[in-house]
Nanobody
Framework: VQLQASGGGLVQAGGSLRLSCVASGRTSFSRYHMGWFRQAPGKEREFVASISVSSGTTRYADSVKGRFTISRDSAKNTVLLQMNSLQPADTAIYYC????????????WGQGTQVTVSS
């Protein structure tokens, strides 16, 4: 699967952004589990949120619960990450990722999109 992420940018603290990730390829979108990860300068990449395309079941990192919402639009092979109440600590490159539902690890990655939150 190929993943194309977009929607990053510069926003003030307390603001919102919505990231989008479009998946393309031969395998049905419904066979994927999609996720968002992020990597801040000098830090390890960390999990942000994930969603099962078929069931809609979601999971979030504690640091974003209540502020971020992951969703999918199966008709458009798209996963969205709505980010509200953004904080400077959310500044990072955000990556879209995918794994087939019968596998354990995310092994397909998008190119990343920069999110910068100013204080």
């Amino acid at each position: 699967v190929q993943l194309q992420a977009s929607g990053g940018g510069l926003v003030q603290a307390g603001g919102s952004l919505r990231l989008s990730c479009v998946a393309s390829g031969r395998t049905s979108f419904s066979r994927y589990h999609m996720g968002w990860f992020r990597q801040a300068p000098g830090k390890e990449r960390e999990f942000v949120a994930s969603i099962s395309v078929s069931s809609g079941t979601t999971r979030y990192a504690d640091s974003v619960k209540g502020r971020f919402t992951i969703s999918r639009d199966s008709a458009k092979n798209t996963v969205l990450l709505q980010m509200n109440s953004l904080q400077p600590a959310d500044t990072a490159i955000y990556y879209c990722a995918a794994r087939l539902i019968w596998t354990d690890n995310f092994n397909s990655w998008g190119q990343g999109t920069q999110v910068t939150v100013s204080s």
